[in-house]
Nanobody, 118 residues
Framework: VQLQAFGGGVVQAGGSLTLSCAAS????????MGWFRQAPGKEREVIAM????????MYADSVKGRFTLSRVNAQNAVSLQMNRLKPDDTAVYYC????????????WGQGTLVTVSS
């Protein structure tokens, strides 16, 4: 199973962008899916995580109120709507999934670059 993330690009500060992520296998069912990002020179950080059984999404404080994770299809595809983007949001964004037998995210997409110009 592979996760395919796309939708990155260059956007001006204050603009919006939507990222999408889907598993290559339609029958793949995750326990949770999330979005992470890694800015140049910084460690990877989690920005949004959704656990299907709980039905709740956790957001990092840095994106709360601006970013929205949405379920696209069953438990194998999500999107990330990003509004009011800031230059600090510039990073490579990764989607990830966690299967029921794992305590950590064990499937990762290839990453998609988001650049926010000032």
């Amino acid at each position: 199973v592979q996760l395919q993330a796309f939708g990155g690009g260059v956007v001006q500060a204050g603009g919006s962008l939507t990222l999408s992520c889907a598993a290559s296998t339609p029958t793949f069912h995750s326990a949770a899916m999330g979005w992470f990002r890694q800015a140049p020179g910084k460690e990877r950080e989690v920005i949004a995580m959704h656990t299907w059984s709980v039905g709740r999404t956790m957001y990092a404080d840095s994106v709360k109120g601006r970013f929205t994770l949405s379920r696209v299809n069953a438990q194998n595809a999500v999107s990330l709507q990003m509004n009011r983007l800031k230059p600090d949001d510039t990073a490579v964004y990764y989607c990830a999934a966690k299967t029921y037998s794992k305590s950590t995210y064990n499937y990762w997409g290839q990453g998609t670059l988001v650049t926010v110009s000032s």
